[in-house]
């Protein structure tokens, strides 16, 4: 049948599973929005096209499915230069579509052209300029499986107005994308298999680093089962948190810069650190001359370019973690570890770790708390909580115990504030039985909260907890320790967020005392709507341990005062 590669666009999409789109309209896209008539596909109207590229990938990140993404050419297509960059970082899966002037003005300053496959080159997984109806079809199928294959990641498609207008014969049959010099099916060696199996046999003091590779892979089981068989303590990154149960007895909590200190311990002792599908990012090794320098490592990584990169690994095992696991585990015997586990265990401390609730109240709201009692409060439910970048962020990381994966959305690797009110979007889309909440920093927020119409517009019920300290925190923090106190542009203005929500229909209050904390969390989630909460917490607080950037794994600042850091302190 002839169709136009406008319509080809949207049964392309629908064939690979696509029920909604995050978009924004314009002139070059217009055609596309035309034939949205005669397509099932339910189109989610954004306000900014930031927000849409982080609502493709909460929606990527909470359910596994590739998220896609629609702006028009120009000022529309750069505006997704963000959240691209974000979803490259993290190895979120995102399709973003693009209409471009026509191909006969490419080159020509045409109006609202901008050259998108270039600017966007090095932040996308790969990139495409479509010019013909006919190359529709193939393309959206090469799209999907290279975002969604091998390391997952961003993939760009720019249209062409006149590629959307143009017609084609079209038989609807799905396309089976042929890329032979693309090949994300590595496998190790058997000698790679036996050298690990012969280190894991003959460590002492061994550790597992569970990255974020653990969830794109599906391999919860096969960490657990390695973890258990072998007494193996398991550390996670930011971006593992949710691979592997908080409540496990092997669990140490989150690693690195701010990262609980008994664990980077644990680490800079370590005789063998098993890193499965994590990058060794620099948050997470600090000083690489001093990093676990006792350590043999093995490293499993689909990613080729991810080994040796940053750490020099014994044995590297190429390849998706749950097929190495499966091929590993039949070998993998029976261990104790005893000495070595009771050893740590005396560091975290006896009782439950970041245990705060016992706490006598001082009369000061602290974000900790705010977090732990919204973990208390949804504890055995499903919820979703996404996080921006900031203070909140790392304190959600060590006070919200994720105990299953897709449960934490936040932007790692590039730290984009602005993430998380999107991204819970996108995760609310993707996941409507889930409970979700945003926890946002009162900078963060100011800068996609016009995403809050969106919300309302598709009635969405999402529980929004603003950790308002005044400012901006993180940085106010680095100020503190390194720059003399010098607050200099971190103070903050802001508006009156209650009023601001309820300019949007949504309901909100204010919460200035710990007392106040579970009463309104309670009300959010009894609302039948989406609530905003404006948590005004203590202003000048820090996130402990930290690591100074450049300094070793083992060289913490610590608390001064035992309040809120560790169970062990107190
Ligand atoms: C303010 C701030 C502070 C931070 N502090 C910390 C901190 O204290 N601690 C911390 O941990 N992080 C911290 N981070 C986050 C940090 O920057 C990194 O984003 C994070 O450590 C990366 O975790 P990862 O390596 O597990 O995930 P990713 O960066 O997503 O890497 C995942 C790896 O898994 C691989 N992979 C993907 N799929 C598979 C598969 N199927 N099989 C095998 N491998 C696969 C990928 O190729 C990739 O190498 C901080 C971020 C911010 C913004
Ligand atoms: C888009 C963007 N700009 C700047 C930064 C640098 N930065 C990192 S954390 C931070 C402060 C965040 O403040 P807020 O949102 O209030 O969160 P808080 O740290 O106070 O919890 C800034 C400015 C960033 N990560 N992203
Ligand atoms: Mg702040």
Redesign the pocket.
Known sequence: MIKSGAQILWECLEQQGVTEVFGYPGGAILPAYDALKYSNIHHILVRHEQGATHMADGYARASGRVGVAVATSGPGATNMVTGIATAM???SPIVCITGQVGSKLIGSDAFQETDITGVTLPITKHNYLVTRADEVARTISEAFYVASSG??GPVLVDITKDAQQGTCEFDGKPIKPQLPGYRPDLSPTSEEYKHALELIHSAKRPVILA???II??G?MQEVRTLAERANIPVG?????LGAFPASHPLSLG??????EAWLNTTIQEADLLIAL?????D??TGNLKTYAQNAKKIH????RA?INKNVKVDVPLV????AVLRELLPHVKQQEHREWIAYIDRMKGETAVRDIQNLPDSGHLYAAHVINDIWRETLGTETIVTTD??QH??WE?QYYKHEEPRTLIT???L?TMGFALPAAIGAKVARPNAEVWVVVGDGGFQMTMSELATLVQEKLKIHIAIINNGYLG?VRQWQEFFYDRNYEATPLLNPNFVKLAEAYGIRSCAVTQRAEVVPAVKAARQHNGPVLLDFQVEQEDSVFPMVPAGAGLHEMIRRPSPIVETAADS
Do not use: K, N, W, Y
Not at 236 to 240: D, F
Not at 254 to 259: K, L, N, V
Not at 319 to 322: E, M, P, Y
């Open positions: 970082l993290d190895s390391r997952p990255g974020h590779g794109l892979s391999a996670l990154t930011l971006l593992g989150m690693m690195g810069m701010h990262g599908g994590m990058r060794f990012d948050r997470v499993v990584e689909i990613d991810e390849g998706d973690l749950r970048v900031g962020q790392m990381a932007s790692g690797g730290g993180m």
